[in-house]
């Protein structure tokens, strides 16, 4: 399956943006769909991830009640709001098949990646 992240962009403290991940070539049945986000000179980070088939959504402390993973019939989405300067980073979608519960925040753990959204945050 190829991803195809959008919905990046530039939005101030406290404001919301949604990110979109597509499926190319095939759909995201059976899969886990997981965000993860890079900023400038750090790793990459995870922040949600949703079981395609139960839609059993999982998330990063660091965002939980402020970010929500979703997913339609064709595409996931992340949910932004209340955005901070330290949500800044390209946020990338990714898509596994095989991967077990325990891994879903490591980025190793997925075979699928999506080109990356940039996300900035700042007044």
């Known amino acids: 399956v190829q991803l195809q992240a959008s919905g990046g962009g530039l939005v101030q403290p406290g404001g919301s943006l949604t990110l979109s991940c597509a499926a190319r070539?095939?759909?995201?049945?059976?899969?886990?769909v997981g965000w993860f986000r890079q900023a400038p000179g750090k790793g990459r980070e995870f922040v949600a991830a949703i079981r395609w088939n139960s839609r059993n959504t999982y998330y990063a402390d660091s965002v939980k009640g402020r970010f929500t993973v979703s997913r339609d019939s064709a595409s996931v989405y992340l949910q932004m709001n209340s955005l901070k300067p330290e949500d800044t980073a390209v946020y990338y979608c990714?898509?596994?098949?095989?991967?077990?519960?325990?891994?879903?925040?490591?980025?190793?753990?997925?075979?699928?990646w999506g080109q990356g959204t940039l996300v900035t945050v700042s007044s």
């Open positions: 070539g095939s759909t995201f049945s059976n899969y886990v």
């Open positions: 990714a898509a596994s098949r095989t991967i077990i519960v325990s891994s879903y925040t490591n980025a190793d753990g997925y075979a699928y």
